[in-house]
């Protein structure tokens, strides 16, 4: 039988070959800064390592804001995971210092670079910035770091002193640039048009941190790598700075399924890292998130029921096996006849279609919604793909 979703890739239109697009996970540095989020060095090194062995390319924590972190940094760095480790600071000499003190490779720096930040926080000149930049830069390189700049607030900056800074910084040597949208303000296509503009003048590899205030994070995440981006910055969960940013589940399945990257993710590990963070934060992800909420995979309307009960990918474009989630059916007043003989069988009982029919109108007479949630087990999918 030809795969369920050949015809909806044929609109995605695939690239013979794919480009990998890489994802930095700042579970540590944008994710701490998450109102009531306050992890535990114990917490950060589990949680550095179950990201790597995950698969993140990188890892972000920020020395800068504690002693505590700072320790967290240095820890994590020395148990030589295959992620690399990226020393998050300010666009300050000092601030690079601190990632040379933790026995940093990676640091990255922050500057905004708009006009409201730096009139309203910065209090400097535009000339003052674009020094502080080139400084910081020419800073870690002198010391043998690699180093991302982020030109913070890039998106609501005048684009000429966006175009000169991301030149600046790449003459003075900056081995990535971060593109933010720090406040969620670009459509998609704003996202697309931003990263063009700069991925025009300069020839270093390009991050996207988008945040999602409006809801449009990991669509703007994508639209920057449809115009050359090869790195989305993603939370757990998307927990960040006010409601944060890319989830890193959403975003690894679009990439291994819906972008074909060849990226080497355990996908089975979603879930427990979802868990993870719930246990560390008591933030619970709501019932309909995808790919990790309570609801991802459950079904319920009578017609749902009927079809994923001889093939689930009739309802499902993954497997949640394969994203550490397990499939529910819900039986209450919309479940059909299919699914009234599933629950007779399972309750034992003897199932002809005139009591199937019955079940199901005694279902819908109660009016009490749902009333009975029940696993499909992994023995049953397996029975059920059999038979077909």
Known sequence: MRDPNYYADMYNAYDKEPKKIKVLDSTLRE???????????????????????????????????????????KTIIKQGLRADIVSHGRALKEDVDVS????????????????????????I???????????????AKKHGLKI???????SRADPEFLVSVCKAI???GVDRISLPDTVGILRPIGMYNFVKKVRSIVSVP????????????????????????????????????????????????ALTYLY??????RLDMLLDLSRLIEDYTTIQPYDSKPIV???????????????????????????????GNKRRIVFGELAGKTGAAYLMSLLGLEKDEEGAKAVAAGLKGLRMGDLIEIPLEDRLEKKITEKD
């Not at 003190?101 to 309203?120: E, F, K, M, Q």
């Not at 991302?148 to 890039?154: L, M, P």
Request: with cysteine.
């Open 260 to 265: 074909k990257s060849p990226n080497d993710f």
């Open 293 to 323: 909420g309570s609801s991802a995979y459950k079904h319920k309307a009578g017609t749902h029921l009927a079809a994923i009960l001889r093939n689930p990918a009739a309802y499902e474009p993954i497997p949640p096996r394969a994203v």
């Open 100 to 123: 040379i003190d933790c026995g940093a490779t990676w640091c990255a720096a922050y500057l905004g670079i708009s006009d409201i930040h730096l009139r309203d926080k910065l209090r």
């Open 125 to 139: 000149s535009r000339q003052e910035a674009l020094d502080r930049a080139i400084d910081t830069v020419e800073h």
């Open 170 to 172: 790449e003459g003075a």
């Open 31 to 73: 994710g701490e800064q998450h109102p009531g989020v306050s992890f535990t060095n114990k917490q950060r090194i589990q949680i550095a390592w179950m990201l790597d062995y995950f698969g993140v390319d990188q890892i972000e924590i920020s020395p800068i804001v504690s002693a505590a972190h700072k320790e967290a940094t």
């Open 206 to 253: 390009l991050d996207a941190h988008v945040h999602n205030d409006i809801g449009f994070a990991v669509a703007n995440a994508f639209a920057a790598c449809e115009a050359g981006v090869d790195q989305i910055h993603t939370t757990i969960d998307g927990i960040g700075e006010r409601i944060g940013i890319p989830p890193l589940a959403e975003v690894a399945v």
């Open 148 to 154: 991302r700049f982020t030109v913070e607030d890039g």
